[in-house]
């Protein structure tokens, strides 16, 4: 949204000259009446050139998201035309509807336990690969692999069936004594094992960890070593705040998409959100409240609601940023 | 790049054609005649039915036989386990391009036909769709308001499945009927024969059915014509408490099994020795339990009050066409061959439950699971009552919710007095809105 929303005020700002006219001298050249002339026609040809964008922009991003906001105020079951009833679809999502409030709150344990977990295997693994080269092209392979397939239908049902009463997690934790009895079976496993799969798909932010590693000069580290500072010194001093913005880029990056889990979810429950609602992720929820139910203004309610929680957790992270991100050049 | 010239031909002749389509609209007034099928049109239908690749096979062997008659029809058929089913529908309806024929189900019904969404099959009835063999009884299942919307294929009953091979290796006596509490005293002697390998059954509170058998021995419904519940909370936390007893002493089979069976249950599993659903389920659990297994019992659900007469026959499913088909003709055409050929009575049997139409009926060649169906339903004949009004809107959506909340009762994640009050308040939005 936010680049989106810079590429709307950088060409707001240029418009007064004409979108396309970036030439330095148009300005002085505008009292004369056939340089005018020239002038509105490469605008409208600029205008041209930016309809499908707009089109697309308005067609596909903005009226839809005013209508679903519209939608949240209203009571629709996609058959008839929608009716207005208030904030009433609101009211009931924080009063009278449990699964919701079962929804809200294990997304909310699956986004903080999970991203960070996630975060850190990243950077691990990354720190790992950055140390040597040898075989690097290979790990660095194997570890993406996992992101790339990773919301896909063939995974989650491997991943179930790994984890199934007879699958081979239970099979080698039995042999150590443990008997759990499959996981996705188990309303007390199955957050547990979806976060684990979250995890075990670092390989997209360990990309960007390591992109970040190789950035960090050298000298910094043989300077630090010079002070006699060991690995540990070394990787708190000099790792982490270097390393900051990528840090909180993944982090935000990390939150967000954790909070639209959706498909792994929808798979390993069938679709149904089970055992005992554990599955039943916010964004599973509301799709199941719209499409199953037929209830399309409830479920553009939670949806809104999705976003503004997301909003205000991207808000408050850019506020600390502050206080730990530290960008080259900076003087704080 | 543009001439005017050009423009102002187009639009003359545009204007044109347009004055001679409305001129054929207005002048022939055609007398109304009974819509016939033109046989040497070629044709495309859609056909949409929920199911397994058991039933799959069957579809795929009518629309041969339907292509034998009919070659000019093109069928392509699309199938879906039952909740995708109807998800993809509502996404369809809401795009206005529903598959031209679908298998639908009864809960749906008035909703979808309230909402004109349903092709109206007056029109076709006696001519295209024969219904010399429908009995009236079963044409009025597909009647909302004053118009038909869907042809029954066939009807099923409430019934109680048992699986005799468990049972022997239990060594435990078929249920002999009785009272629900009988029925879970036999329940926990099968679990506790069974060794911790075989149970007796799942927690049938989890299935609105089964509560409202109970109202309907009282006298009493699920929903009126107008969507009045026939319960109170206090009936329905009765209902749910009644079997409290099961729950906690590990008669039945534990949620957590069940959840890693999905999509098979505990039943086609060969976990549990009985099951409380429709009677025409037989062959969809026989082909999931697999080799071993030939025969299941089939016999009549608890009594709550004798001589009640809380049984009834539904339509197990429809034939539905949609309103925006473009060949309604060709589309009741197949509606009339799935619902009453012959050949569709031979190969579905009573996959679909037992042919509503004589001559499917008839032509029927029942297998012995089918033949047991039949007999089913004749035994049950005195507790058979008048079937309930066709479900409310929304149905499909408390039926679910009660599911639901039944496998969190069962996983113990939820008390009763919580489970009433969330049923009660999803019943208040779905029956107001």
Redesign the interface.
């Known amino acids: 949204m936010s680049t989106t929303a810079t590429r709307v005020i950088v060409t707001g700002k240029k418009s007064s000259r004409g979108p396309l006219s970036g030439r330095g001298k148009g300005e002085q050249d505008l009292h004369r009446p056939g340089q005018r002339s020239r002038q509105v026609k490469e605008s409208l040809a600029g205008y041209g050139f930016l309809i499908p964008w707009l089109v697309g922009f308005f067609g596909l991003t903005l009226v839809p998201m005013a209508y679903s906001l519209y939608l949240s105020f209203t009571?629709y079951?996609?058959?008839?035309p929608p009716k207005w009833i208030g904030l009433d679809n609101y009211v009931?999502m924080f009063t009278?509807?449990?699964?919701f409030m079962q929804s809200a709150q294990i997304t909310l344990i699956y986004v903080f336990i999970g991203t960070p977990i996630t975060l850190l295997a990243a950077l691990l693994i990354a720190m790992l690969l950055n140390y040597r080269d040898k075989g690097a092209g290979f790990y660095r392979s194997a570890f993406y692999a996992p992101s790339l397939i990773g919301g896909s239908v063939s995974v989650a049902i491997v991943w179930r069936a790994m984890f199934?009463?007879d699958g081979p997690v239970d099979t080698t934790l039995s042999f150590f004594g443990i008997n759990l009895?499959?996981w996705?079976?188990?309303?007390a496993l199955v957050l547990p094992a979806m976060i684990l799969l979250s995890v075990w798909q670092f390989g997209a932010t360990m990309v960007i960890f390591l992109a970040g590693l190789k950035q960090i000069p050298k000298e910094l580290y043989e300077a630090a070593e010079m002070d006699g500072a060991n690995a540990w010194h070394r990787f708190r001093a000099v790792t982490i705040p270097m390393l900051s913005p990528v840090i909180f880029f993944n982090l935000l990056l990390g939150l967000i998409g954790a909070f639209q889990v959706f498909a792994s979810a929808y798979i390993i429950?069938?679709?149904?959100g089970?055992?005992?609602?554990m599955t039943n992720f916010i964004t599973l929820y509301l799709y199941k409240r719209g499409?199953?139910?037929?209830?399309m203004g409830?479920a553009s309610a939670i949806a809104w609601v999705l976003l503004v929680v997301v909003a205000i957790i991207a808000f408050i992270l850019f506020r600390t940023q502050r206080s730990w991100v530290h960008y080259a050049g900076d003087n704080r | 790049m543009f001439s005017k010239k050009r423009a102002f031909a187009g639009v003359a002749l545009a204007t044109g054609a347009a004055l001679v389509l409305a001129g054929c609209a207005g002048g022939g007034d055609a007398p109304e005649a009974d819509p016939t099928f033109d046989p040497d049109e070629e044709v495309t239908l859609d056909l949409a039915f929920w199911g397994n690749d058991v039933r799959a096979e069957l579809y795929d062997e009518a629309i041969a036989a339907f292509n034998e008659e009919y070659p000019n029809i093109t069928v392509n058929a699309t199938f879906l386990d039952f909740?995708?089913f109807?998800?993809k529908r509502?996404?369809e309806?809401?795009g206005g391009n529903l598959p031209d024929v679908m298998q639908f189900d009864y809960s749906y019904l008035r909703?979808?036909s309230e909402?004109n969404?349903l092709l109206d099959l007056d029109p076709y009835l006696g001519n295209i769709i024969q219904t010399d063999p429908l009995p009236e009884n079963i044409l009025g299942i597909g009647v909302v308001g004053d118009t038909t919307y869907g042809i029954a294929t066939s009807t099923n009953a409430w019934g109680l499945f048992t699986n005799p091979v468990l049972l022997e290796q239990a060594g435990v006596e078929e249920f002999p009927g009785g009272s629900w509490d009988d029925y879970a005293a036999w329940m926990t002697e099968v679990t506790e024969a069974g060794g911790g390998d075989i149970w007796g059954g799942g927690d049938y509170t989890g299935r609105i059915q089964n509560f409202e058998l109970q109202l309907r021995s009282e006298g009493s419904y699920l929903f009126s014509e107008d969507g009045e519940p026939g319960f109170d909370e206090a009936r329905l936390t009765e209902f749910w408490e009644s079997r409290s007893d099961i729950r906690e002493d590990g008669t039945i089979i534990p949620?957590?099994?069940?959840?890693?069976l999905?999509?098979k249950g505990g039943f086609d599993s060969a976990l549990t020795a009985s099951e409380l659903t429709w009677d025409n389920f037989g062959a969809g659990y026989l082909a999931g339990l697999g080799e071993g297994y030939t025969e299941l019992g089939l016999i009549a659900p608890p009594v709550t009050e004798e001589g009640a007469k809380d049984l009834y026959l539904k339509p197990s499913m429809l034939h539905t066409i949609s309103a925006k088909t473009e060949h309604p003709e060709a589309a009741a055409t197949l509606v009339d061959f799935l619902v009453n050929s012959p050949e569709s009575g031979e190969i579905f049997g009573t996959n679909r439950g037992l042919p509503a139409s004589e001559t499917a009926l008839a032509a029927a060649e029942l297998d012995p699971l089918s033949q047991q169906v039949k007999d089913y339903e004749a035994s049950i004949a005195d507790r058979l009552g008048d079937a309930p009004p066709v479900p409310i809107v929304?149905y499909g959506?408390l039926e679910?919710k009660f599911r639901?909340i039944g496998?969190?009762l069962a996983?113990g994640?939820?008390t009763v007095e919580?489970a009433v009050s969330?049923f009660f308040?999803e019943m208040?939005?779905?029956l107001t809105?």
């Open positions: 009571n079951n996609i058959f008839s009931r009278n509807d449990p699964s199934a009463g009895g499959g996705f079976g188990n309303p429950s069938n679709g149904s089970g055992p005992a609602g499409f199953s139910d037929g209830q409830y | 909740p995708s109807w998800e509502q996404t309806a809401a909703q979808y909402n969404l949620q957590s099994r069940v959840e890693e999905v999509p929304g959506t679910e639901q496998v969190e996983f994640t939820i919580d969330q308040s208040d939005v779905v809105s």
